[in-house]
């Protein structure tokens, strides 16, 4: 390789990702090298081998000392390290890897020992958390969470959300000892991208001890002892084989003598160590381990360690091999998924051999074959078929025909044009007939047909739902009774849910094991198709409006199928409230099922006409207002905000018709949220909102005062939602969108500036109707009761037009009404919420009639914006307040030189001491407490008159903090009121206002100090 233009990964996977470099520098590395082998340490002397080379998903090779903390090194890192040289330098050394010359490192001795022990937190934390892959996986073999748990068995999620699960190792009196992190995919098998990780110590000498994963759970009143080597064999033979004690051993380099001493398992019941069917017992010893053998080793190479081990120390100990057959490299873990559950028991002759001294004897006479160093078996040509459980071998040397003659027990009634049982029992091992499920068992040399349930099911359809998937089942039992449910994956997928699920659907049972639902979930889930499920209804993503009985697209209603489906064509979409089977059910869906559409032979024009009778300007507003809300996703993908529309009136003068007639648009009115009730709060309105796309919500009972509804409110106004915790994820969280308009009626006219910029209000003082409005009602409410969707439809075949006219639009429509309502006060805020009404008349003019002009419409918003400006500017909170503090100077309840001093046009305030009789004062004029200390100080601040605090200011005998206000930029006069009071303007003496260091205004300390209150 040249050593010019040095690249390292080109370097690395010429050598075979770096592992052809270790050979060559590692001298007494083994070769070949298997995964997981330790030897001793290149850097430091040792007894015990502490280092080994692991390779990563991306094929490079690393060296790591578990003795040295947790550093990896790949081959050029290596280098570096050992020679004491940089980078370039070690590059250039891998480049010509085959003149290295080996090792010759000067070695340090090793670090003091120092055993650490995990926090308590790491069980707990892990405890936690019981959905990992491994726990889900288990739970559909039968396995019970509460085993799981006994078993401590945990999980965390790291930094890139995966979720990997926990073993803790708990020794007989309780204290943990570490930690081991597997991550295992849905099919409970290992990933081994990703190596098992254990607690480790960050600095050499540190180190984390193990015991004997499930020592804990040791009793020796058991008849056995089994010894295994992974954690997830032992956890499921104990669910499977509760009457043995179980014990994983950590694999091939795991526990170590002193584990099984201090563990007292050998002072229990004998112990079976078992070992894996793997094909490399069947290769000769000879060619399998040369080095191993010139030790002199009685043992085969794939000898379990634990068994060796045990047998030094005179343990009671015997090695069984369940299915000798096999060499699949399987472990009993993997029979157990299949459904098997071979024998365990001593080998025959058990008790016979127990004397001292005589240990050749009990090998001869416990090992298999294989085991000793003799002539192994021939390798066969093909590995030998694994039969079913149901289908056992005859005691007969005649087999061809055994496959044709289980089919024979097939009845042939469960043939038909469109079923073949055959191939059912070929590949999943049952078949269907008459509505039940039935296998075919060889017991002996006769076969037995059983069926293990009373119905048949199918899954319609896969649910892909943007948080937890689900699949659309139909069931059909022997009585031909057909039910159609939608479940959780993962209630269809664990055993004992899924019996839960199905027997609780009506008469539909299942008789059969774990591992027959196993094998029809397999049918199931082969044969399904995908399906959207539509979460929300209204606007979708995909381009249709979504009622719960279908959906309305390319100016076409397209209706569900009695199971929620709708098919367009290769897509295919779920609507839960369009499923009948929950037709008849209060308890679902219920705001879902009133957005239904019905084809009508009706016309805008006529809604319209009618509309504009019975409520006349006001109802030009509200009209335009719920239309806007048809497209409000689009406006609020353009301008960042949607308005509020606000309806002020007495009782009786018919905000709630006025609203309710525009919600017919989207089928039945969606009942009222009220604002004053703590039956909703906050966050439950926001769901509400987030429920539906492009709808109209009602909030009723609006109040001044209550901060918490004003924030809202005002959050509305930019669609700003609330976050909350994600299910799914241990940290995660997730945002709970604002995705309707928003009507809102009130007896109080809000008082707070910010949120009044945020509406548009109108206001209904009529309460009394002549005949003819009446009558006009009425026929307007039975017209809308009968389902008015049609028009609706016929607005949202103009959905293009918005979208594409919109932005120039509203910015002509902000402009021209600026211009129009030059003289009124209004903020740009209050000019865009009318212009985005004004901007969907214009578009929407274009192809539907309305009974009303622009110029009508624009004449009206002008009157309803000025007085909207007014209201603003005399009605609100700081408003409320002088007018308090006003009267409590005229009435003398406020006095000043103690509440307040007057200096030319300016007033400062004592304002902890004003306060106070301001909510005496505010409950007297106006009915209701005034707001609260910091609530108004902070709105007062943010006023005109507002100028500065001070915090050097004499009242009367006291120098006190407080704040000067703007007499001119007040709402009220009150130097009239002191003037009235006194006789005279010029009745205080200036020398008294201020401390004698503080002698004019000029000085008066403006710097914002702590009240004093």
């Known amino acids: ?94 480049a010509e890897f085959s003149n290295l010359a080996p090792l010759n490192i000067e070695k340090v001795p090793m670090p003091k020992t120092v055993v650490l022990w995990p926090s308590p937190k790491v069980a707990t934390d892990a405890m936690r958390i019981s959905n990992t892959p491994f726990h889900n996986f288990a739970l559909q073999l039968g396995v019970t969470a509460e085993h799981l748990e006994k078993w401590n068995v945990g999980g965390y999620l790291d930094k890139e959300n995966r979720l990997w699960t926990c073993f803790l190792f708990v020794d007989r009196d309780g204290k943990l000892y570490n930690r081991k992190s597997v991550l295992y995919g849905s099919n409970g098998k290992r990933d081994k991208d990703f190596f098992p990780r254990s607690i480790t110590g960050r600095n050499p ?41 179980w014990i994983a051993s950590r694999g091939q380099n795991g526990a170590q003598k002193n ?69 699949d490299k399987s472990d009993l873990a993997d029979y157990i998924i299949e459904g ?88 999943y091992g049952f078949f269907e007939y008459n509505h039940q499920y039935w296998k075919i068992e060889l017991k002996g040399e006769k076969f037995i047909r059983k069926h293990f349930s009373n119905f048949t099911m199918k899954v319609l ?88 009985n279908g959906i309305y697209m390319d100016k076409q209603f397209l209706p569900t199928d009695e199971k929620g489906i709708i098919k367009i064509k290769d897509s295919a979409y779920y609507i839960p409230a369009g499923n009948k089977s929950y037709h008849n059910n209060p308890g679902l869906f219920n705001n879902e099922k009133k957005l239904r559409y019905e084809a009508r032979n009706i016309e805008f024009k006529q809604w319209a006409a009618m509309h504009n009778k019975v409520f006349g300007d006001p109802g030009m507003i509200a009209m335009l207002f719920a239309i806007s809300c048809l497209f409000s996703d689009i406006i609020f993908a353009k301008y960042n905000f949607f308005p509020l529309l606000f309806l002020y009136g ?32 906050d966050k439950a309105k926001i769901r509400e909102m987030a429920q539906f796309k492009n709808l109209v919500i009602c909030l009723e009972e609006f109040r001044n005062g209550n901060d918490k509804t004003v924030n809202m409110l005002k959050g509305l106004w930019d669609r700003f939602g609330y976050k909350r915790a994600n299910k799914d994820s241990s940290y995660g969280t997730e945002t709970v969108p604002i995705s309707s308009g928003v009507m809102v009626t009130g007896n109080d006219y809000p008082t707070d500036n910010p949120l009044l910029q945020r509406l548009i209000v109108l206001e209904l003082n009529k309460n009394e109707r002549t005949q003819e409005v009446r009558d006009n009602f009425l026929l307007m409410q039975e017209f809308q009761q009968a389902n008015i969707t049609s028009v609706t439809c016929q607005l949202l075949d103009l959905r293009n037009a918005v979208e594409e006219q919109f932005r120039d639009v509203f910015k002509d429509s902000s402009r021209e009404l600026k211009e129009e309502f030059k003289g009124i006060e209004l903020t740009d805020r209050m000019v865009n919420n009318v212009a985005v009404l004004d901007a969907i008349f214009k578009i929407v003019s274009k192809e539907l009639q309305f009974p009303f002009t622009l110029r009508q419409f624009r004449d009206y918003a002008k009157v309803s914006c000025l007085n909207q400006s007014k209201k603003m500017h005399t009605v609100s909170e700081t408003t ?84 000067l206000f703007d007499l001119n930029e007040l709402d009220v006069d009150i130097k009239a009121v002191v003037s009235y009071n006194k006789g005279s303007s010029d009745a205080m003496l200036e020398d008294q206002i201020f401390d004698s260091s503080v002698t004019t205004a000029d000085n008066v300390d403006t710097a914002e100090a702590p009240m004093p209150f």
């Open 205 to 245: 000498g540190e180190v984390y001890q193990f015991c004997l994963f499930g020592e804990h759970l040791f009793d020796v009143n058991k008849s056995l002892t089994v010894v295994v080597e992974s954690e997830k064999t032992a956890i499921l033979a104990s669910f499977f084989y509760p009457q043995y004690n």
């Open 461 to 548: 359809y896969h649910i892909e739902s943007g948080k937890t998937a689900r699949r659309l089942l139909e069931l059909r039992n022997i009585k031909g009774k057909v039910k159609t449910i939608d479940a959780e994956t993962k209630t269809l997928t664990n055993f004992g849910s899924f019996k839960e699920l199905v027997e609780g659907a009506g008469n539909f049972l299942f008789m059969g094991t774990a591992v027959d639902h196993q094998r029809i979930k397999a049918k199931l889930f082969a044969q399904e198709l995908s399906c959207s499920q539509v979460d929300v209804l209204g606007q979708n993503a995909d381009g249709f409006f979504a009622f719960c």
């Open 1 to 94: 390789m040249s050593v010019n233009n040095l690249d390292k990964e080109e370097i690395l996977r010429a050598t075979d990702g770096g592992l052809d470099i270790f050979y060559r520098l590692i001298p007494h590395l083994p070769n070949p090298y298997r995964k997981g082998t330790l030897f001793k340490s290149v850097f430091r002397d040792e007894k015990n081998a502490s280092s080994n080379l692991f390779q990563a998903s991306s094929g490079t090779w690393y060296y790591k000392d578990f003795a040295d903390g947790n550093e990896n090194l790949n081959a050029i890192d290596f280098i570096a390290k050992a020679n004491n040289c940089d980078f370039k330098e070690a590059l250039k050394q891998a």
């Open 650 to 681: 007495e009782g009786g003068s018919g905000k709630g018709e006025l609203i309710r007639s525009n919600q017919f648009l989207f089928g039945t009115p969606q009942d009222p949220l009220h604002l004053s009730s703590d039956a909703n709060t």
């Open 880 to 963: 409320n307040f002088w007018n308090c503090i006003n009267t409590g100077i005229a009435n003398k309840q406020i006095r000043e030189g103690l509440h307040y001093i007057i200096k030319g046009n300016e007033i400062y305030v004592r304002y902890n001491e004003i306060h106070n009789e301001y909510l005496g004062i505010h409950r007297n004029m106006f009915g209701t407490i005034g707001l609260p200390k910091q609530t108004i100080l902070d709105k007062l601040k943010l006023s005109k008159a507002f100028v500065r605090p001070v915090s050097a200011v004499r009242f009367g005998p006291e120098r006190t903090s407080g704040y």
């Open 259 to 327: 584990e099984f001493l201090r563990s007292g398992i050998l002072n229990g019941p004998p112990i079976l160590i078992l070992c894996d069917a793997d094909p490399e017992r069947l290769v000769p010893v000879e060619l399998d381990s040369k080095k191993y053998n010139a030790k002199g080793n009685k043992y085969h190479p794939k000898v379990p360690k634990a068994f060796i081990l045990l047998e030094e120390l005179n343990a009671n100990v015997h090695l069984i091999d369940l299915l000798q057959d096999r060499i």
């Open 340 to 427: 098997l559950r071979p024998l365990i028991e001593l080998p025959s002759g058990f008790g016979s051999i127990l004397e001292p001294n005589n240990s050749a004897v009990t090998i001869k006479r416990f090992l298999p074959a294989w085991a000793l160093n003799t002539p192994p078996k021939p390798v066969p040509k093909e590995p030998t078929k694994k039969r079913e459980r149901y289908v056992s071998e005859p005691d007969s040397d005649d087999d061809e025909d055994l496959e044709s003659r289980r089919h024979e027990w097939i009845p042939k009634g469960a043939y038909n044009q469109d079923y073949n049982p055959k191939d059912d029992l070929d590949e």
